[in-house]
């Protein structure tokens, strides 16, 4: 089986699917960033705090000052176009990746399931020769024509595609997201006003519906987009489920994301009949060569990988929606809906005294929101806090009183209220710290 699994993925093909997928994933992160600088969000995110959230084990990534900042922001739009128009392809993916992932590890509190899929779309391409048809790469001859590829370099983009809405619908199989089409009940009814369907959108009942088409839908999209038959109306449910999704919810660039890159699924004579229409062809050239061992290796270890991190939650005691440990980098999509809040108080050991923290002195909003429902997050910052009173003679006891509720449910506290934080282990394994989950 093995060997004809091999077989298959040796088999050539056109090369038009990946230039497709090149070009729409580069010409797709060129708009999304200069749209992100346009709305502020380079001033709001990574200029105006003065604390930032980090991930385990890259606390070292400090912000630039803010010229610094713009300026590595501008590197990774040109980077984007470079990608898009296939001129230096891998420099240009390099320092995409560089640059993108720079500004995500900046600060934990903005991460996001689709800038996290950016990230992995940027890396499978740096094994991919998509610049080898219809790229500046290639009007320059800095690389040679390849009109056709083995189909393992098509297969593994669908692959990843394949897991992220695997493991989204896997994880839509709970009692909130079927029983109680929680929190979509919630998000629905702030859509009430919208002319013609905003009634509709507020009944329960749509609430359910729509919970359960979304599991199905997440469950087995990938596969019908796999098999030929269904391919054509499959693409057509991807636009209309996430068109409504961006039309409802407020989730960026995701939608996007999801109908440009199904793309890839389309066969190659598909792709090269959107070419010819456009009087773009390909050359004719063909160069057979052999995937690299060393490339296959490293791609099995990325998708054992890909398909190991979002189980890891198994290894937690708490429920991952209220402990959120192991929540990141799960394809956990629009799960969730949490609220909390975080009164930090700090005690002097030697007089006794002790005053209760405004956070906002340090944080601003969106990470205070963050802060108070994510574990983690709640560490990092009795860590700061401690070290912000030490500066000032104070030998800190820090403690905190926090209270999440998930999915409407009642509130309840999050963290064990006479544990001092800064005598704790904040890591990647079970924190004992965190208080059992009295609501299932």
Known sequence: ????????LSQKRSIAPLVTFRVAFGLLMFFASIRFWYKGW???????PDFFFKYPGFHWVEALPETGLKTVFLFMIICSLAIALGYRYRAALIGFILSFSYFELLDASNYLNHHYLVVLFAFLLLFIPANRAFSLDLFFRRVEARDEVPYAYIFILCLQIAIVYSFAGIAKINSDWLLRAMPLQIWLKEQSALPLIGSL???????????????IYDCTIAWFLFMKKTRTWAFITVIIFHSLTALFFNIGIFPAIMILSNLIFFSPETHLKWYRKFKVFFRSDLHRRKSRVSMQYILAVYFILQIAIPLRSHFYPHSVFYSE????FSWRVMLLEKAGIARFTIE??????????NNRRYLTEFQ???MAIQPDFIHQFAQFLADEYSRKGVEPIVRVDAHVTVNARTSEQLVDPAVNLISVENSIKPKPWILPERQE
């Open 201 to 215: 959108l507020a009944l329960p009942a749509t609430a359910f519906v729509f919970s359960w088409f979304a599991m």
């Open 42 to 48: 380079i001033d709001t995110l990574f200029i105006e």
């Open 368 to 370: 205070e929101k963050q």
């Open 325 to 328: 440990e192991a929540y990141r």
């Open 348 to 357: 002097d050991k030697e007089s006794g005294k002790w005053m209760e923290v």
């Open 1 to 8: 089986m093995i060997e004809e699994i091999r077989y298959k």
